[in-house]
Antibody, heavy 121, light 107 residues
Framework: EVQLVESGGGLVKPGGSLRLSCVASGFTFSTYSMNWVRQAPGRGLEWVSSITASSSYKYSADSVKGRFTISRDNAKNSLYLQMNSLRAEDTAFYYC??????????????WGQGTLVTVSS | DIQMTQSPSTLSASIGDRVTISCRASQSISRWLAWYQQKPGKAPKLLIYDASTLESGVPSRFSGSASGTEYTLTISSLQPDDFATYYCQQYNSYSRTFGQGTKVEIK
């Protein structure tokens, strides 16, 4: 059974930093692309960032480019999102999401339960 | 960036109704489109990928189709478990844009 468990969310002040983690199990982590998707409370889904299986390619939404960095450690079956210069509008549930493919653009077939990030003074 | 325009934003329907939700891409996405279902307080769940391929385990009352840049999710006979919010997503480009969502409510 595929499981994606996020951690690292919490309350942070504007301008602060936070690192989200996601531990994966139930599939061969090193062969699939991984993603972060966020959802502000009561709002729609927003793609945040993606990384290919080999970490060769990383992509980010314009709204977080230069502030957020996606990375992975295939030896630890783990995905990360380093979030710097946080703003109030970054407040959201952050979902760790598995891609169907390893290197190609693809759909998202498994989702974690999410971790809440709140940016407020 | 590719924009995805989803309609309607809210839909009221009864059990047994045939329901259709549309998603229009701002440019060609070559059928690289997925549909997700999300219930309150839960993570989204994949229903359909590549515009019309049903994800394993998803009931056959769900189907997807495409015509040009217009994509449609159809629920052939609405069931109580189907009241939820539905999102389309394109993955033709690195920026995996979502539609704004369609909430299916009980009429």
């Amino acid at each position: 059974e595929v499981q994606l468990v996020e951690s690292g969310g919490g309350l942070v002040k504007p301008g602060g930093s936070l690192r989200l983690s996601c531990v994966a199990s139930g599939f061969t982590f090193s062969t699939y692309s991984m993603n972060w998707v966020r959802q502000a409370p009561g709002r729609g889904l927003e793609w945040v960032s993606s990384i290919t299986a080999s970490s060769s390619y990383k992509y980010s939404a314009d709204s977080v480019k230069g502030r957020f960095t996606i990375s992975r450690d295939n030896a630890k079956n783990s995905l990360y999102l380093q979030m710097n210069s946080l703003r109030a509008e970054d407040t959201a549930f952050y979902y760790c999401v598995k891609g169907r493919d390893g290197e190609q653009f693809c759909d998202f077939d498994y989702w974690g339960q999410g971790t809440l990030v709140t940016v407020s003074s | 960036d590719i924009q995805m325009t989803q309609s309607p934003s809210t839909l009221s329907a009864s059990i047994g109704d045939r329901v259709t939700i549309s998603c229009r891409a701002s440019q060609s996405i070559s059928r690289w489109l997925a549909w997700y279902q999300q219930k309150p307080g839960k993570a989204p769940k994949l229903l359909i990928y590549d515009a019309s391929t049903l994800e394993s385990g998803v009931p056959s009352r769900f189907s997807g189709s495409a015509s040009g840049t217009e994509y449609t999710l159809t629920i052939s006979s609405l069931q109580p478990d189907d009241f939820a919010t539905y999102y389309c997503q394109q993955y033709n480009s690195y920026s995996r844009t979502f539609g704004q969502g369609t909430k299916v409510e009980i009429k």
